[in-house]
């Protein structure tokens, strides 16, 4: 039985095994593990109302993880929900965890207003593609990385 469910302001160790889960999955330490933020970063992070992470567990396990942003909108009073990071460990793929995950996230993005959701997905990753397809409309994009600057006074 998978239970799927909001992490709140003080559940650090469910973002903390989240975290782990993303590391392992894709197999990126550097970014996930090299530098982990303290405990009154993620207690802010989590106490906002423009961050949502959620977590699928089985036995009080981690076995998945969504984290989301909330952008609110310029041009007309709404918001979207961006998907940053969507994961499921090995073991536990191919058993309709990340669409609960994702579903969680359909309900929490229709409380709160929002009028989309929004993910990324990598050519190549045909699982991931197949999942999304299956639950909106797809929009080929580029998407570009544009590295911060600091400007000396």
């Not at 036995?59 to 994961?87: C, H, M, P, T, W």
């Amino acid at each position: 039985m998978i239970t799927v469910r909001a992490l709140g302001a003080g559940d650090l160790a469910g973002l903390r095994a989240m975290n782990a889960l993303f590391a392992t999955v894709f197999g990126d330490a550097q970014s996930y593990a090299s530098k982990p933020p303290g405990d009154a970063w993620l207690q802010r992070l989590l106490a906002r109302d423009t961050f949502i992470a959620l977590v699928a567990e089985r036995n009080g396990v981690v076995v998945g993880g969504l984290a989301a942003y909330v952008l609110e909108k310029f041009e007309q009073e709404r918001s979207e929900v961006y998907i940053y990071d969507l994961a499921v460990a090995e073991a536990h793929q191919r058993q309709g965890i990340a669409t609960a995950l994702i579903r969680q996230l359909q309900a929490i993005a229709s409380e709160r207003g929002a009028w989309v959701i929004y993910v990324q997905a990598d050519y190549g990753d045909d699982p991931a593609v197949a999942l999304y397809t299956g639950l909106g409309a797809r929009e080929d994009v580029m998407h570009f990385d544009i590295p911060v600057r600091r400007i000396s006074p």
